[in-house]
């Protein structure tokens, strides 16, 4: 069967009509579908059923030439290893998909350099967009931005003024759902474990870890705040070692899961038990949270929901580049699970007491 | 600066002979780099850096026309949150980023007619070549891989005598290597916890699982194989819930590394120790495997080493696609690490005793 439809086009090549006549929709809508312009849902899931089922296949080259669109769709992010963005790419890939078109996948590594030459690189339109979520943003960054010949969605935090489509969410005030939960359920040791303070994320992180311990009167202790080199679990895992080596925390706050995956690993293998020693909150809520044991309590930065909207964006703008700047907020929102489910802190366990599967969540 | 470069193109483009001249090698090494048709690692490093200080910026569409090719090559996996996969874009992405072209990455969720939906329409020659690792492998696959206009190499097993280049490792003899550890550490009630049977890596996996067994005289008990319903997490830990509620292993053989995780939890919300009650070995050797505690073993599959030559395969491929079809084979190895660790089993805690910390490595 596969076999059959692949040669068809070499046998007298389907057309938009004949899609447009088997989907039962006019031929503009069929054009419009097939050209990844857009349509109806019901009209895109016709249209394509027709154009499966007659196996039609339109020429991706002579097609951009006639449109002057590639239909690919570029997403760079620093790891396309990190759960969060991982949730992320799922989440603009349906998108993308049901616009017809690809999405093409960049890991810049958080490189600076990689990141600006990718967004000069647009200016040769081997993409009809681009949704970038940078960790550092730079002059070079707005620079490349406000002066790119095909749309760019940022992903994350930029200047109130920056004339771009923007999807971001309150890490600050994240944190400060954290800081609330554990000081609630008597937690007054409260670490944080954070990622590189040159980056949005790191410095807008801190900024929230300190003003909530404010807001609620706790002194803020300079020894139970540790930094990592990087947004990863073996950062989070030796950053937490060096925190442990010399301060006692009932709490961890960490600016990311992956970083509260390495704080989990280093409090069980240093004999901790986690809750009742020490509660452990992440941030990102990814799958990954929910496979530990414990279960990590973590932050939602609503990566799916910011995913989906920054997709919407710059379809919107590949569609009309004429509407004005748009920026759209994603609340967090806090899930709490076994890591800081018990609510009565313990005088920490001795190296050689072992962690506990009491307050797991079925 | 970023806004500097991003005019000059509109003030005068630079041209091949700029860059060549800059980076000090011929017009003909220069094009061919910024063709992405290749050169020494020397060549490209230096042509790719004169490109970005003089601001080249060559036109993808015009230079798709006059060259026919796209500059881009697709990767088609099952999910692209799964670990595995991750490792494998990785390598192949810097592959292909080295060659100066870009990855597509398509998420087929493992569906049948997504994947030969997405071959067929290779016919529209979108991309310059596909890199595609289908979990079922039927006729139209098959049709359609021969049949491709464009270059395709597989990951994972085909047939002997398919006429497609082919990136394989044996993942029977995967399973194989962690029957031995485990028979060579004294365990004898071993569990397997598989994916659908109806895929190629399940009945693989089945058949090494039985076959190692048989070699090493242990009677196969039914009762100690599970299968869930995906290669996933959540799939992982319903299925190990079943096994442990009709029967007691002292180890578990997991099919990939998500399945071991959600195995691992499983066991410790049921309040069995890791390894000293169940040894636990997972496969694939993923990055997630080290983040859990205690540590997983686990069967490295060669995930990151399969990508790389896929990729190298590939763009061999698209730059002579008269080579005869050409199949590479990545041997298994084990990664032994604290969930296997003790060797001497004991009998199973009861539900209340608590997950243990011993054995964990440094």
Same mark, same amino acid.
Do not use: W
């Given at each position: 069967?596969?076999?059959?439809?692949?040669?068809? %086009?070499?046998?007298?090549?389907?057309?938009?009509?004949?899609?447009?006549?088997?989907?039962?929709?006019?031929?503009?809508?069929?054009?419009?579908?097939?050209?990844?312009?857009?349509?109806?849902?019901?009209? #895109?899931?016709?249209?394509?059923?027709?154009? *499966?089922?007659? =196996?039609? $296949?339109?020429?991706? @080259?002579?097609?951009? /030439?006639?449109?002057?669109?590639?239909?690919?769709?570029?997403?760079? $992010?620093?790891?396309?290893?990190? %759960?969060?963005?991982?949730?992320?790419?799922? +989440? #603009?890939?349906?998108?993308?998909?049901? !616009?017809?078109?690809? &999405?093409?996948?960049?890991?810049?590594?958080?490189? #600076?350099?990689?990141?600006?030459?990718?967004?000069?690189?647009?200016?040769?339109?081997?993409?009809?967009?681009? @949704?970038?979520?940078?960790?550092?943003?730079?002059?070079?960054?707005?620079?490349?931005?406000?002066?790119?010949?095909?749309?760019?969605?940022?992903?994350?935090?930029?200047?109130?003024? *920056?004339?771009?489509?923007?999807?971001?969410?309150?890490?600050?005030?994240?944190?400060? /759902?954290?800081?609330?939960?554990?000081?609630?359920?008597?937690?007054?040791? #409260?670490?944080?474990?954070?990622?590189?303070?040159?980056?949005?994320?790191?410095?807008?992180?801190?900024?929230?870890?300190?003003? *909530? &311990?404010?807001?609620?009167?706790?002194?803020?202790?300079?020894?139970? @705040?540790?930094?990592?080199?990087?947004?990863?679990?073996?950062? =989070?895992?030796?950053?937490?070692?060096?925190?442990?080596?010399?301060?006692?925390?009932?709490?961890?706050?960490?600016?990311?899961?992956?970083?509260?995956?390495?704080?989990?690993?280093?409090?069980? +293998?240093?004999?901790?038990?986690?809750?009742?020693?020490?509660?452990?909150?992440?941030?990102?809520?990814?799958?990954? +949270?929910?496979?530990?044991?414990?279960?990590?309590?973590?932050?939602?930065?609503?990566?799916?929901?910011?995913?989906?909207? +920054?997709?919407? /964006?710059?379809?919107?703008? @590949?569609?009309?580049?004429?509407?004005?700047?748009?920026?759209?907020?994603?609340?967090?929102?806090?899930?709490?699970?076994?890591?800081?489910?018990?609510?009565?802190?313990?005088?920490?366990?001795?190296?050689?007491?072992?962690? !506990?599967?009491?307050?797991?969540?079925?």
């Amino acid at each position: 069967m596969g076999r059959k439809r692949l040669q068809e %086009p070499a046998e007298g090549r389907p057309t938009v009509h004949t899609v447009a006549a088997r989907a039962g929709v006019s031929i503009a809508s069929a054009s419009r579908v097939l050209n990844g312009i857009g349509g109806s849902p019901e009209t #895109i899931r016709k249209v394509r059923a027709a154009a *499966a089922e007659v =196996g039609y $296949v339109p020429n991706a @080259i002579a097609r951009s /030439l006639q449109s002057q669109r590639t239909g690919l769709v570029a997403l760079a $992010v620093e790891d396309i290893g990190n %759960p969060v963005y991982v949730e992320m790419m799922r +989440a #603009i890939e349906a998108v993308v998909a049901s !616009s017809g078109r690809q &999405l093409v996948v960049h890991a810049t590594g958080g490189r #600076i350099d990689n990141e600006t030459a990718l967004l000069r690189r647009l200016a040769n339109r081997y993409v009809d967009g681009m @949704i970038v979520s940078p960790i550092r943003v730079t002059d070079d960054h707005l620079a490349a931005l406000v002066d790119s010949p095909v749309p760019v969605v940022v992903v994350g935090q930029l200047a109130e003024d *920056a004339a771009v489509d923007n999807v971001r969410t309150d890490s600050r005030h994240g944190v400060a /759902l954290a800081v609330d939960h554990l000081v609630a359920t008597g937690r007054r040791r #409260i670490g944080f474990v954070n990622g590189p303070l040159d980056t949005v994320p790191g410095t807008a992180r801190d900024a929230g870890f300190r003003a *909530a &311990l404010a807001r609620h009167g706790v002194p803020l202790d300079e020894e139970l @705040i540790e930094v990592g080199d990087y947004f990863q679990y073996v950062a =989070g895992r030796t950053a937490t070692e060096r925190l442990l080596a010399r301060t006692d925390p009932d709490a961890l706050v960490c600016a990311n899961d992956l970083i509260a995956v390495g704080a989990l690993h280093a409090l069980l +293998a240093a004999g901790r038990r986690v809750p009742q020693d020490v509660a452990v909150v992440g941030m990102d809520d990814t799958e990954l +949270a929910r496979m530990m044991f414990p279960q990590l309590s973590s932050v939602s930065l609503g990566s799916t929901e910011r995913g989906r909207r +920054a997709a919407e /964006l710059l379809l919107q703008r @590949i569609a009309d580049p004429t509407l004005p700047p748009r920026r759209e907020q994603v609340p967090p929102s806090l899930a709490i699970r076994a890591s800081s489910g018990a609510s009565i802190p313990r005088p920490a366990g001795s190296p050689t007491t072992h962690p !506990s599967s009491e307050g797991v969540t079925a």
